[in-house]
C-alpha cells in the first residue's frame, strides 16, 4: 500500500526540500520476527531508490505499508507494483475526490 502527500510547507522549507523525496516504511510485529521485518524492509527500501528518482513527484513524502507477500513476490514483481502505485495518480483514468 502506498499514501503520497506533498510536503508540509514550513519556514525553513528550502529549495532542496522542494525538490528531493521523503519515505517513510510501516512494517508491523505481524509480519514476522524482527529478521523478517527487516528483510521486508531492505527489499521495500531497494524498490523505492530504484523508482521514486524516476517516478515520483518533488517535493511530496512517501508511505509504504508493507504486506506479507512483500517477503515472498519476486522482486521484479516488485517494483512493477510499486511503479503501477507511483503513476496511477497521474494517469488520465484516474478518479479524484
Do not use: H
Not at 24 to 42: D, E, F, P, S
Amino acid at each position: 500500500m502506498l499514501q503520497a502527500a506533498p510536503t508540509a510547507e514550513t519556514a525553513s522549507a528550502s529549495l532542496e526540500s522542494a525538490t528531493s523525496f521523503r519515505y517513510g516504511l510501516v512494517v508491523t510485529k505481524k509480519m514476522g520476527n524482527a529478521v523478517t521485518r527487516n528483510r521486508i524492509k531492505r527489499r521495500l527500501r531497494a524498490c523505492i531508490k530504484s523508482l521514486l528518482p524516476l517516478y515520483g513527484k518533488p517535493g511530496y513524502d512517501y508511505v509504504l505499508v508493507a504486506r506479507q507477500a512483500a517477503l515472498i513476490l519476486p522482486f521484479a514483481v516488485m517494483l512493477d507494483d510499486l511503479k503501477q502505485a507511483l503513476v496511477w495518480p497521474d494517469s488520465p483514468t484516474a478518479t479524484k475526490k
